[in-house]
């Protein structure tokens, strides 16, 4: 299966070869939407998600989401028209690659909208442009194994700011992981098409958004980010799917980010009973948004998946083997059903009782079968008589 995928998928890697090229004459566009499997439904916020103007509602007011205090004109909103640290920059890839060379935390996030906010004003083109080997990164918090991870009576923090500071290392990830599969896939646009580029720069500037809240209400807690140890789980998974479209879709939205879908109800019900209600609707209107992340993975990957002639579900299940990718419970299914991924993908039990219902229609059609054939029979006697 791994020698498959990969000379299958080599239109993605550097290295392109024969097999491609019923792909690459003159390359058919991977952004105008064909239709799909019948078990996959698009998230019905997609096209509005798509088409929405830029968000400036980066601060968490005291009703929910705001633009900053004193905005300035767009595009510039957090920098001055003269201090635009995007202006070496001429495509989208290689505003990409500043975010991810960029170390400061707040200012990724800051630059990161600022990148999108220029994408979308400009329409510059994609471009090409190489990923850092791993994205700049602060020098707190500490990068430690997810074993390492203190508990929460450990780690020096209340347990609402305990579990904000686990979400904004997220959301700084999550900024990283969709800038760099822009930049790290520049190359392939002719294939992938200006859609591909858009969705996940866009989903790079919700992220952002994202980051700025939990780092805003970890200060109005007197905290910051960076304040306890990390974990490089994220990253890592990142690191897997460097050389593969299909297993960064696989990967990170449709089992990363839908991780997200799953822990988001639970964290703001503990947030709720904490007492801490300003914070647990923070999260909760993150996990919100996150279904749009998700949707945008699965949407690409069925589309991928249909370009290369591969049964989704299957190729989903093989790359999550290959790449040693484990699927955890409990699961939100409302969530997932909403962000477009089919049950049977991810959940054994389910797939259970689909075969088992597939068995049982196989029986029943078996044994129309042969009642219709004795009924043939009984009447053919009949007649003979």
């Known amino acids: 299966m791994r020698r498959e995928m990969q000379l299958k998928l080599a239109l993605f890697t550097p290295v392109k070869c024969a097999l491609c090229s019923t792909l690459l004459l003159r390359p058919r566009s991977l952004a105008a939407p064909k239709p799909f499997s019948?078990?996959?439904?698009?998230?019905?916020?997609?096209?509005?998600?798509?088409?929405?103007?830029?968000?400036?509602?980066?601060?968490?007011?005291?009703?929910?989401?705001?633009?900053?205090?004193?905005?300035?004109?767009?595009?510039?909103?957090?920098?001055?028209?003269?201090?635009?640290?995007?202006?070496?920059?001429?495509?989208?890839?290689?505003?990409?690659?500043?975010?991810?060379?960029?170390?400061?935390?707040?200012?990724?996030?800051?630059?990161?909208?600022?990148?999108?906010?220029?994408?979308?004003?400009?329409?510059?083109?994609?471009?090409?442009?190489?990923?850092?080997?791993?994205?700049?990164?602060?020098?707190?918090?500490?990068?430690?194994?997810?074993?390492?991870?203190?508990?929460?009576?450990?780690?020096?923090?209340?347990?609402?700011?305990?579990?904000?500071?686990?979400?904004?290392?997220?959301?700084?990830?999550?900024?990283?992981?969709?800038?760099?599969?822009?930049?790290?896939?520049?190359?392939?646009?002719?294939?992938?098409?200006?859609?591909?580029?858009?969705?996940?720069?866009?989903?790079?500037?919700?992220?952002?958004?994202?980051?700025?809240?939990?780092?805003?209400?970890?200060?109005?807690?007197?905290?910051?980010?960076?304040?306890?140890?990390?974990h490089n789980l994220l990253w890592r998974e990142c690191e897997k799917s460097s050389g593969d479209v299909a297993a960064r879709l696989a990967v990170i939205p449709m089992v990363q980010e839908a991780r997200g879908l799953d822990a988001g109800p639970r964290l703001v019900q503990k947030l709720v009973g904490f007492g801490d209600c300003r914070t647990s609707r923070v999260v909760g209107r993150i996990a919100k948004e996150e279904v749009a992340h998700v949707a945008v993975g699965v949407f690409w990957f069925m589309l991928v998946c249909e370009k290369l002639g591969r049964v989704p579900c299957t190729t989903f299940k093989d790359l999550l083997k290959e790449y040693e990718v484990e699927l955890k419970g409990p699961f939100n299914y409302s969530a997932r059903d909403e962000a477009g991924i089919p049950r049977a993908w991810y959940d054994e039990s389910f797939m259970a009782k689909e075969n088992k219902a597939e068995q049982l229609s196989e029986v029943y059609e078996r044994l129309a079968c042969i009642i219709s054939m004795e009924k043939e029979n009984s009447s053919l006697n009949t007649g003979m008589h």
Not at 83 to 108: N, Y
Not at 173 to 185: G, K, Q, S
């Open 38 to 230: 019948t078990s996959y439904s698009p998230w019905r916020g997609l096209q509005s998600w798509r088409a929405s103007p830029l968000n400036e509602d980066r601060r968490w007011g005291s009703n929910g989401p705001e633009p900053l205090p004193s905005p300035q004109s767009p595009p510039y909103t957090e920098f001055e028209a003269d201090d635009d640290p995007t202006a070496s920059a001429s495509s989208l890839s290689e505003l990409g690659a500043l975010v991810l060379s960029t170390s400061d935390p707040l200012a990724k996030s800051k630059l990161s909208h600022l990148a999108f906010s220029r994408w979308r004003r400009e329409r510059l083109g994609i471009g090409v442009a190489k990923p850092p080997d791993r994205p700049a990164r602060p020098s707190k918090p500490y990068l430690v194994s997810p074993k390492e991870i203190p508990a929460p009576k450990q780690s020096g923090l209340p347990l609402n700011a305990y579990m904000l500071h686990n979400l904004a290392h997220v959301e700084l990830n999550a900024i990283d992981l969709a800038w760099d599969t822009v930049v790290r896939f520049s190359s392939h646009s002719d294939v992938l098409g200006e859609g591909f580029f858009d969705d996940f720069a866009h989903v790079a500037d919700d992220e952002s958004r994202h980051f700025s809240w939990c780092s805003q209400r970890l200060a109005e807690l007197g905290f910051r980010y960076g304040d306890m140890p990390a």
